[in-house]
């Protein structure tokens, strides 16, 4: 088909058919059982995103020059809908939220051309790149170093919490070309090889055991000035540009996720019979009337976007919302096991392969990556209810 | 889906907010309720003329402007940020949703354009004991002679019951559960106000001695199923004002108020209640919102949306009353100040009509838990 009749074959569908047609694509080329190996499940997960690209299932709305699909925003929300209830892995390392559409709107032709469709395929894992020791949630004050050195930088410091470290291909970062007291206005975009000499990538152990994240370590690492994005020492304004649009569509894959992990547990109650106790039962309770309010939430954001062209307050309290429904999901179904809770998946008596457990947690850092829920309540009180500034925090 | 508020309905909040901005300050809600009127009659009769507001889910054949529950809602947003003393929810919300959901035209010609015209007050009340909407809670017994029916029982926890031109009350008539017409003046009815802790709303208590009544022709138990749903999503929209209004005063308040040479709002403390306090209303906007909306579609979802909104609505607008008035400090504990209204009206309304916890074990049948 070429791609004019495939174009009109989109007009011409409803949003069932998009939906109906999504659906039998997702059963029919299911990636099969997650493998247990850690390097198998990478392969395989890459495996699934080519999948998806090559037929014209992946990145709902990126250009189609770039292997996505340029749909409609209402269809964007049917797509991750869908994708939720499918089940099929995620993408590999952070790229596609965060450094996707930085790229998209201050890349050169040729660095979208280069780096866009590997990602979106699973052929080039990103990594993030932007918190360091001392730089978190005060990330201005990051210390890496990129000297100009005729057509290179010169990168010396390091990062840390680097999702999808030990997997990934390429880093985004933030370097500071500027001096030591410029904060944010002498910082710079840096995209990094991460088979660059120079470059010591360390996994850091998680509290779960696992190895989610890294650190990584830059000595004398020559990065090339064409794999700078934007101006120097203007990157800071880039950290915050993001696809809103498909933030606000992927709030529907999150409340159809948790809507299933919440039926999943309240399976798992009755199965243990546990629902007839009053406690348990108005546990269950809140979080379901917690579910859906995220969903109806989430239904919020994206009609604030298709009417009013913006979403709204809801989407900045809504994160506020999720990462404590997950926390506290998670750590009542560990109470609710009793001494089953306890067992690690590595155990051949875990329930449900210690699901529960693994998942209290890694929650304990939904609260904390990303900009902490301090952080994030500062930001609330500030952007929405316009509250005044703390004199005892750096000039934003 | 839920599709979002149009421009219309940004109008009608728009005018409705206005409106009680001037008829309805705080001073004017302190004065009501501190010489016990259950209205400014004034008010009262321009909110019909003038907006329309009692009539906004009356069919436009009974004299309303024919909206739902979605646009009821927004109006009782608004009388909830306002904290307007008025009859509105026991005539509008209780009264007027139970003869638009019953399908017997007499007693709809009878009562629904009075009340969209503004000229009737009235009420709503089914269990005896609890006032509750719940069928299982009715004892009235209703006896037959001839045409007319004559009930005996006590209503208690009826809201707006003493200035109530009528009361829809729901009784025994055999075996069967049926709704009746009650006149406020009729022989047999004895009203006494309830000494109670809301000010700004009064609440009775109904003696029924062979009250002379008229039956509603229709299935009781199906119009009340409705009803109850109707009424806490409406009661959860008037909640969802009550605390937004909560959270704002609070706000401004820290944002005046230096202590330690700095507004006390720029404390992180003070920050993060706020921040927090938005979570929970934002999501409680929603609530009652997405619930409206799927009781106008006749979605399956729309019982659970209701019970739900009522559930966190109810226990939102306590939880930022209480807030305020720990934000405002010493001045916050006075009463001279106004955060105790809010306080007085979150509370009593999250135990009438069912409270959080009936509510949630609600959610759990629904849901399947």
Redesign the interface.
Same mark, same amino acid.
């Given at each position: 088909m070429t791609v004019t009749s495939e174009k009109h074959a989109l007009d011409a569908e409803t949003d069932e058919e998009f939906r109906a047609r999504l659906r039998d694509f997702l059963a029919d080329s299911s990636p099969g059982p997650r493998p247990k190996d850690p390097g198998e499940k990478v392969a395989w997960t890459k495996a699934w995103h080519a999948t998806l690209v090559d037929h014209g299932y992946a990145g709902p709305s990126w250009p189609r020059e770039y292997g996505g699909m340029d749909l409609p925003f209402a269809r964007q929300v049917i797509y991750q809908e869908e994708i939720a209830r499918a089940r099929v892995p995620g993408p590999l390392g952070t790229g596609l939220g965060i450094v996707a559409p930085t790229i998209i709107k201050y890349g050169t032709p040729e660095q979208k051309e280069r780096w866009l469709r590997p990602m979106l395929r699973g052929d080039l894992v990103w990594c993030q790149g932007y918190s360091e020791p001392e730089a978190g949630s005060d990330l201005p004050a990051l210390r890496t170093t990129a000297r100009r050195e005729g057509e290179e930088y010169v990168v010396n410091g390091q990062k840390v919490w680097c999702s999808a470290g030990v997997i990934a291909d390429v880093f985004f970062t933030l370097v500071r070309t500027g001096t030591p007291k410029s904060r944010q206005k002498g910082i710079t975009y840096l995209i990094i090889d991460r088979h660059a000499p120079g470059v010591t990538v360390r996994p850091l152990k998680d509290l779960a055991g696992g190895a989610v994240f890294a650190e990584m370590f830059f000595d004398d690492v020559r990065v090339p000035v064409t794999d700078r994005i934007g101006e120097e020492n203007e990157g800071w304004p880039l950290v915050r540009t993001s696809l809103g649009h498909e933030r606000a569509a992927g709030a529907m894959n999150q409340a159809a996720t948790y809507r299933r992990i919440l039926s999943e547990l309240?399976d798992l109650a009755r199965e243990r019979g546990l *629902?007839v106790d009053p406690l348990v039962? #108005?546990r269950? *309770? #809140?979080f =379901?009337?917690r579910v859906? @309010?995220i969903r $109806?939430?989430a =239904?919020?954001i994206i009609?604030?976007i298709? *009417?009013k062209g913006e979403p709204g +307050? *809801?989407s900045?309290?809504s994160r506020?919302?999720i990462t404590a429904f997950e926390q506290d999901l998670h750590e009542f179904a560990v109470d609710m096991l009793g001494p089953d809770g306890i067992v690690l998946k590595a155990s051949d008596q875990a329930v449900q392969r210690g699901r529960w457990l693994q998942g209290f947690l890694m929650t304990r850092a939904s609260t904390i990556g990303a900009g902490t829920a =301090?952080i994030?309540?500062?930001t609330? +009180? =500030?952007q929405? @209810?316009?509250?005044? $500034? #703390?004199?005892a925090m750096p000039p934003r | 889906m839920i599709t979002g508020l149009t421009e219309e309905h940004e109008e009608l909040r728009e005018i409705t907010r206005r409106f009680l901005a001037e008829k309805s300050s705080l001073t004017q809600v302190r004065k009501l309720a501190e010489s016990g009127a259950n209205r400014d009659d004034a008010v009262w009769h321009q909110m019909a003329d003038q907006l329309m507001l009692q009539g906004i889910a009356i069919p436009e054949e009974y004299g309303g402007a024919g909206y739902g529950p979605v646009e009821l809602g927004i109006v009782l947003e608004e009388l909830g940020r306002a904290l307007t003393v008025a009859p509105y929810l026991a005539t509008v919300a209780l009264a007027g949703q139970t003869l638009t959901t019953c399908s017997d035209n007499e007693a709809r010609s009878a009562w629904l354009p009075g009340i969209a015209e503004g000229a009737v007050i009235a009420t709503l009340a089914v269990a005896d004991e609890t006032g509750e909407i719940d069928p299982a809670g009715v004892t009235s017994v209703a006896t037959s002679a001839g045409e007319d029916w004559k009930i005996t029982g006590t209503k208690r926890f009826v809201i707006d019951g003493v200035g109530a031109d009528m009361i829809i009350v729901a009784a025994r008539a055999g075996e069967e559960l049926a709704l009746f017409t009650v006149k406020g003046d009729a022989e047999g009815v004895r009203r006494e106000p309830l000494a109670q802790l809301d000010p700004t709303r009064q609440v009775a208590t109904v003696n029924l001695d062979n009250a002379l009544a008229v039956r509603i022709e229709d299935d009781a138990t199906a119009v009340l199923a409705r009803v109850a749903d109707l009424v806490a999503v409406a009661l959860a929209a008037e909640q969802t004002g009550g605390a937004a209004a909560t959270l704002d005063m609070a706000v401004e308040y820290t944002k005046i108020r230096v202590q330690f040479g700095r507004p006390i709002g720029s404390f992180q403390a003070i920050k993060h209640r706020c921040a927090d306090l938005l979570t929970e209303v934002e999501s409680a906007r929603n609530a009652a919102f997405s619930a409206a909306s799927l009781l106008t579609q006749d979605d399956p979802e729309g019982p659970v949306a209701a019970a739900l909104a009522a559930a966190w609505c109810a226990t939102t607008y306590t939880h930022a009353a209480k807030e305020n008035i720990q934000l405002h400090g010493g001045i916050g504990f006075t009463w001279e100040h106004d955060a105790h209204f809010h306080l007085k009206r979150a509370k009593t309304s999250e135990l009438l009509l069912g409270t959080p916890a009936r509510h949630r074990a609600r959610v759990a049948d629904l849901a399947g838990i």
């Open positions: 309240v *629902t039962r #108005d269950l *309770t #809140d =379901e009337i859906r @309010l $109806y939430n =239904e919020r009609s604030g298709l *009417t +307050a *809801t900045s309290v506020l919302m =301090e994030q309540r500062n609330v +009180a =500030e929405v @209810l316009k509250m005044p $500034y #703390d004199p | -």
